[in-house]
């Protein structure tokens, strides 16, 4: 059983250009979480999806940040128009269907460098 | 203001010594906490969750401990290897709430 994939790794934006970042959640997981890590701090809550719903984006910018998870592929991360305060960690995350809450699983992260 | 604080920050210690990494929190109503290994470059891998009732928890070298009636918890490495370099998140969750808090981490390396 594969467990969360993200792609890419690595990915470098100049200020302006869009950047998006790919999730697989494990089989079986229908719960995506995606969270950014700034250096030296802990990771913080962006958004919470399950299939083709947004259930809770509090956590992410209202500008030029959003989250799907279609019924068919990856969630994706989108970020329009990056600047450099955007260069961070972000990891995605995914629970089962029915499962607690808090049995999430982590990806390896993309690292997202603005120039 | 962080609901879960970690200490120290860092920590150097020499191959095959101990060390204990602290953990305090704020977050209620408590349901669980989870300590991660985060190596660098790479996702948070889980190494033990304890819940209200329990107190103690091992993973091979890796023993964490919780009281939830001060919302302390510690994590000890016994008998450190090169590899147990990286970085220690305490994550603690709230009864029925799929967010977690994380602590900012205590990054250790351990030296030969």
């Known amino acids: 059983n594969a467990g969360v994939m993200q792609n890419p790794r690595h990915l470098v934006r100049r200020r302006g250009q869009e950047a998006r970042l790919r999730c697989s959640p494990m089989?079986?997981?229908?719960?995506v979480y995606w969270y950014r890590q700034l250096p030296e701090e802990g990771l913080k809550f962006m958004v919470y999806l399950q299939k083709e719903n947004i259930i809770d984006e509090s956590g992410m910018p209202k500008e030029r940040f959003s989250a799907e998870f279609p019924k068919e592929g990856p969630s994706i991360l989108r970020i329009q128009q990056v600047v450099r305060g955007d260069s961070a960690a972000y990891f995605c995350?995914?629970?089962?269907?029915?499962?607690?809450?808090?049995?999430?699983?982590f990806g390896p992260g993309t690292r997202l460098t603005v120039t | 203001k962080n609901q879960v604080e970690q200490s120290p920050q860092s920590l150097i210690i020499l191959e095959g010594k101990n060390c204990t990494l602290q953990c305090n929190y704020t977050v209620s109503p408590f349901s669980n906490l989870r300590w991660y290994k985060q190596d660098t470059g790479r996702g948070p891998v889980s190494l033990t969750i304890m819940t209200f009732s329990e107190n103690t928890k091992s993973n091979g070298r890796y023993t964490a401990t919780l009281d939830a009636d001060t919302k302390q918890s510690s994590l000890h490495i016994t008998a450190s290897q090169l590899s147990d370099s990286a970085s220690y998140i305490c994550v603690v969750s709230a009864f029925g709430d799929y967010k977690l808090s994380f602590g900012a981490g205590t990054t250790v390396t351990v030296r030969a």
């Open positions: 995350a995914s629970s089962p269907l029915g499962g607690a809450p808090h049995e999430q699983y």
């Open positions: 089989k079986g997981h229908s719960h």
